[in-house]
């Protein structure tokens, strides 16, 4: 090479300090052309194997003028068999007959290669064993097409092992006839009535990343029903479509997307095909998919069957079905949208969540997210009205009836709408307010509709009244229950205070001709506690309804006597009066005159805490403590406070509150009712078992009180844990605010910060703002005054030093 191609480099010349570079540059060019003579020899085992169609021999056009069927026919045969590809670039290719792709061929279109049928109704493609079609499209738009795309006659026996054919990478429109009377069907793979082959099938062929619109059927795989007598005599005679794949298939606007005609054996046997797609449904959709056969597992995304009629199933399972499987995330939405007709064939619909296929099963107790309910007894809803729900109408027409019976246990009651109007953009819409009684932790709702008026789809929401959102909890169409349960485990509502139920249209039946729904109840539980409507038999409190329809609840006492506790949880009575004279109730810090104590009075304790702070005990914080271990009966808790400088007048109650069940067994008040007295004892308790003890005693006037505990009655931390200590006066005031009126105040009082005044105005009057000083200036207080003139202004209260 360096003598004949680059002489004027002097590589021949091997002298001086160079002869080691011009070495290596030699050595590089004799690789140089041996990698060019290795590609040469690959260039042209890849010409030995690949015809263009559009080569001198065979004079295809693609312009969408000329016919270039003959063309694209010669090249094909071309092949005599052997492996070889076979190419249709870039264009519009017209045809007039079917496009055969013979045995060990690969037809390779470009990616804007389109196929175009120009005259006559043919099959465009039809594929023998061991060839494949990648790439292109195919247009069927200007022709009347009852046809299939892609055909594959089950006669050439497409075998299962030893052979690969497939189809992949493909667009496929036909013409939208505008009324939905689609015809043609995208793949076809059958075996035709008996005929010269005594056992043809197909196998193992495999269609990947296909796109199909404006077609009858988009996958139709059948074995004619002839193949049943003639085995009937001749069990050697049997034919079958099975274990064949279609992957990422797309299809919109079509009767049927997916077709299986066939049964679940011999000699009709289609089976074992596995389908994995996304399939749009249409007001024009019969079914997106049929099958009559076994076996076959369908993973497939369904949109919108909502759309479809109300009386054609998403999914339909023949008579003679069996042991189908369908994976879809949509069969959510509808789940009553199917149809089978063989019940004991097993055919089972995957769902994430609530779907049941079969209404024959074994219910257990009702567990947390378990599809169960029983009735009434777990019913958190019941009676909801006479604990302060709501029921509204926000949409739709007026309804017949009392909206307040949906939460009746008698479903006599209920209400009746005209839904002819109503559908999925225009429903009705019931909003349920529980916010006086959230339902915790909500397990389960439902509603119910008596004498078949039933809705054909229905919306379920949620309220989380902690993070403020609705919730999707289950929608379907096509409904076909009179009772509708939902346990949604993957929308957890854990504190649900609303929810919303939007329904619309009406099954047609023999019993429903008058396009009328009714609603004659709604239900829910809840994870957290039992259903309202009836009361356990072992329970330490009831809740109850007084008969002012006040929610009351019914406490039992450690002693075993029954004692009214109030309002109800969750629910505030409309009559709690402010504390009067005589009356030894306490409304929470409001009347303490304990509060703060160690800031206005003195206390003495003799056991040392173990946790907290001995103040603590007189602190409105609830999470503050003092802890103290093992006081005994002979040496016991002692807390002592003094007021003989400021006397309590008029005490009503004493009380001492524990935290978490580490209470004292004995609790024992005493007080001092005058100047330099003796104790005398208030209440002497034994065998206590309450965290919050709370005494009536009423004296004039109280300089001392004293507290002893003693005994645990946690036994695991052997402490006395003591939250609060307080007190309530007809008389003194309450030490845990400030009243209005004034009073003393025993900690910090925080002023406002600005960084300029505002103007002074009688909306500021008699306001104190502070005015924060930068670097070496003193913060300043001012208070706005109104002058003898009538005018406001900023006067400076205090300054820094």
């Known amino acids: 090479m360096a003598t004949n191609k680059t002489a004027n480099l002097g590589l021949n010349s091997w002298i001086g300090s160079d002869s080691v570079k011009r070495a290596e540059i030699n050595e590089n060019f004799d690789k140089l052309d041996a990698k060019a003579k290795e590609n040469a020899d690959k260039i042209n085992v890849l010409n030995s194997q690949q015809i263009n169609v559009k080569d001198a021999a065979y004079g295809a056009v693609g312009d969408g003028i000329n016919v270039d069927f003959?063309?694209?026919?010669?090249?094909?045969?071309?092949?005599?068999?052997?492996?070889?590809?076979?190419?249709?670039?870039?264009?519009?290719?017209?045809?007039?007959?079917?496009?055969?792709?013979?045995?060990?061929?690969?037809?390779?279109?470009?990616?804007?290669?389109?196929?175009?049928?120009?005259?006559?109704?043919?099959?465009?493609?039809?594929?023998?064993?061991?060839?494949?079609?990648?790439?292109?499209?195919?247009?069927?738009?200007?022709?009347?097409?009852?046809?299939?795309?892609?055909?594959?006659?089950?006669?050439?026996?497409?075998?299962?092992?030893g052979q690969s054919h497939y189809l992949e990478n493909i667009n496929c429109l036909a013409a939208n006839p505008g009324n939905g009377a689609f015809t043609g069907t995208g793949i076809l793979m059958e075996a035709k009535a008996p005929g010269s082959v005594a056992m043809p099938f197909i196998d193992n062929v495999k269609c990947n990343n296909l796109?199909?619109?404006?077609?009858?059927?988009?996958?139709?795989?059948?074995?004619?029903?002839?193949?049943?007598?003639?085995?009937?005599?001749?069990?050697?005679?049997?034919?079958?479509?099975?274990?064949?794949?279609?992957?990422?298939?797309?299809?919109?606007?079509?009767?049927?997307?997916?077709?299986?005609?066939?049964?679940?054996?011999?000699?009709?046997?289609?089976?074992?095909?596995?389908?994995?797609?996304?399939?749009?449904?249409?007001?024009?959709?019969?079914?997106?998919?049929?099958?009559?056969?076994?076996?076959?597992?369908?993973?497939?995304?369904?949109?919108?069957?909502?759309?479809?009629?109300?009386?054609?199933?998403?999914i339909w399972f023949g008579s003679k079905a069996k042991f189908n499987r369908v994976i879809s995330a949509t069969t959510l939405e509808m789940a009553n949208n199917w149809r089978n007709d063989n019940p004991g064939g097993q055919n089972h619909i995957d769902a994430p969540g609530n779907f049941t296929q079969s209404k024959m099963f074994a219910s257990g107790l009702n567990m947390p997210y378990a599809a169960n309910m029983y009735g009434n007894q777990d019913d958190a809803l019941v009676r909801g009205n006479l604990r302060g729900y709501t029921i509204t109408q926000t949409k739709g027409p007026a309804g017949v009836g009392n909206l307040a019976d949906l939460l009746n246990p008698d479903t006599e009651y209920g209400v009746t709408w005209d839904t002819s109007t109503t559908d999925y953009n225009n429903p009705i819409v019931l909003e349920i307010n529980m916010t006086s009684d959230p339902v915790w932790y909500l397990q389960y709702f439902g509603a119910s509709s008596p004498y078949f008026q039933l809705p054909e789809g229905l919306l379920m929401e949620g309220y989380d009244g902690n993070t403020a959102e609705w919730i999707w909890l289950h929608e379907f169409g096509g409904n076909k229950s009179s009772a509708v349960n939902i346990s949604p485990p993957y929308s957890v509502v854990d504190k649900c205070t609303k929810l919303r139920l939007t329904f619309y249209g009406w099954v047609l039946s023999a019993k429903n001709t008058q396009k009328k729904v009714t609603i004659s109840r709604l239900f829910a539980t809840s994870g957290n506690k039992g259903g309202n409507m009836y009361m356990e038999r072992f329970a330490s409190k009831l809740e109850m309804v007084d008969p002012d329809g006040v929610p009351r609840t019914l406490v039992m006492g450690a002693?075993?006597?029954?004692?009214?506790?109030?309002?109800?949880?969750?629910?505030?009575s409309s009559s709690l009066p402010p504390t009067q004279s005589g009356k030894p109730q306490m409304i929470g810090n409001q009347d303490d005159v304990l509060a703060n104590l160690p800031s206005w009075a003195t206390y003495t304790v003799n056991l040392a805490k173990a946790a907290g702070e001995h103040i603590n005990m007189w602190d409105i914080r609830a999470e503050n403590f003092a802890s103290y271990n093992t006081p005994t009966v002979a040496s016991p808790l002692i807390i002592e406070m003094d007021f003989t400088a400021n006397p309590l007048s008029f005490v009503e109650s004493l009380g001492v509150a524990m935290q978490w069940g580490e209470s004292a067994k004995n609790v024992k008040f005493e007080v001092v009712k005058t100047s330099g007295g003796a104790y005398s004892v208030a209440k002497d308790i034994t065998g206590n078992t309450d965290d919050v003890v709370q005494i009536a005693y009423r004296a004039s006037a109280i300089y001392k009180i004293k507290i002893t505990l003693s005994e645990v009655n946690n036994t695991t931390t052997n402490r006395v844990k003591i939250g609060r200590i307080f007190a309530t006066s007809g008389k003194s005031e309450a030490t845990a605010f400030i009243p209005r009126h004034g009073g003393n105040m025993y900690g910090p009082l925080g002023i406002a910060k600005v960084t300029t005044l505002p103007t002074a105005s009688a909306a500021y009057r008699g306001q104190m703002l502070r005015v924060e000083g930068g670097t070496s200036v003193a913060d300043k207080i001012y208070v706005c005054l109104k002058s003898a003139t009538e005018t406001y202004s900023w006067v400076q209260f205090s300054a820094g030093s």
Not at 84 to 109: H, M, S
Not at 560 to 570: E, F, M, P, R, V
């Open 70 to 161: 003959p063309a694209i026919d010669a090249a094909l045969t071309a092949t005599n068999g052997t492996i070889k590809e076979v190419v249709i670039p870039d264009g519009v290719y017209l045809i007039n007959n079917t496009i055969v792709v013979p045995r060990n061929v690969r037809l390779k279109l470009g990616q804007n290669a389109v196929i175009k049928p120009v005259t006559g109704d043919f099959n465009v493609f039809q594929l023998k064993p061991q060839s494949s079609i990648s790439g292109g499209q195919v247009d069927l738009s200007g022709v009347t097409f009852t046809k299939a795309i892609f055909y594959f006659d089950a006669d050439d026996v497409f075998q299962f092992y």
């Open 211 to 314: 796109t199909f619109i404006n077609l009858e059927k988009v996958i139709h795989l059948r074995v004619d029903s002839a193949w049943e007598a003639a085995y009937a005599s001749d069990n050697t005679k049997m034919a079958w479509v099975n274990a064949n794949y279609f992957h990422q298939i797309t299809a919109q606007n079509f009767k049927y997307g997916i077709y299986l005609e066939g049964t679940s054996n011999v000699p009709r046997d289609v089976a074992g095909n596995y389908f994995h797609g996304q399939f749009q449904a249409e007001p024009t959709t019969e079914a997106v998919l049929y099958c009559e056969s076994a076996y076959n597992i369908f993973d497939i995304f369904l949109w919108d069957v909502h759309k479809m009629p109300k009386d054609k199933p998403a």
């Open 559 to 572: 002693n075993g006597q029954l004692g009214a506790g109030g309002a109800a949880s969750n629910t505030v």
